[in-house]
């Protein structure tokens, strides 16, 4: 099913766009900044009219629906001009989905944005943020300890139990572990 959707959005960028490259390839193209090992989840913007003023570190996660945003145009009205700045995302950083960054934000390394927030304000290294406007919530480290411990109380799944692996059984029986609990999977 994905890979006809896929299909489909190629074959529409083709015929009404002219384009035959991702969201993602055309940032790139016009000089956003990409560390390695990133993963980028699908119908994020990244600021197609100022892509040259984003910059992501490495081993970034960005989830779906984050858009990254270097211009407000709130100011084109009045002001006849629309305010810019860089947008800096340091090494292993996690957004959540649905976030929204605004321009002139830095973000330090080794930080959790929680889904659905909005960053108006550069977040230090090593934090953990989440809100409208976002806010610091807790600390990296110790998120990840407290997640650690969690896990080896709770149960895990590999591979076998995510979408294009799982089967019928499987999904069952993740439902019934998991329904006054968390889990993990692969």
Same mark, same amino acid.
């Given at each position: =099913? ?5 299909? @489909? @959005? ?19 193209? /016009? ?7 990133? !993963?980028? =989840?699908?119908?994020? @913007? ?7 003023? &984003? ?6 996660? &960005?989830?779906?629906?984050? !858009? &990254? ?39 330090? /390394? /080794?930080?959790? @944005? ?34 650690? /411990? ?12 995510? &979408? ?9 029986? =993740? ?12």
């Amino acid at each position: =099913m994905k890979r006809i959707l896929r299909f @489909i @959005i190629i074959w529409i960028r083709r015929q009404v766009l002219g384009v035959d490259i991702s969201p993602l390839e055309m940032a790139l193209k /016009n000089g956003m900044k990409l560390g390695k090992d990133c !993963h980028i =989840m699908g119908e994020c @913007i990244l600021d197609p009219g100022h892509c040259w003023l &984003i910059e992501i570190g490495d081993r970034v996660t &960005i989830a779906p629906r984050v !858009h &990254i945003l270097a211009h407000d145009a709130s100011t084109k009205r009045n002001l006849d001009y629309t305010l810019i700045g860089k947008v800096k995302i340091g090494n292993d950083v996690f957004i959540g989905a649905g976030t929204i960054i605004l321009p002139n934000v830095t973000i330090g /390394n /080794n930080v959790i @944005i929680g889904s659905g927030s909005v960053i108006t304000k550069s977040v230090p290294e090593g934090v953990v943020v989440a809100g409208n406007p976002a806010r610091i919530i807790g600390d990296y480290d110790k998120y990840h300890l407290k997640r650690k /411990n969690q896990f080896e109380k709770s149960p895990s799944y590999d591979y076998d139990y995510t &979408i294009s692996q799982i089967t019928e059984d499987k999904r069952k029986e =993740m439902q019934e572990a998991l329904d006054d609990s968390v889990g993990f999977v692969r």
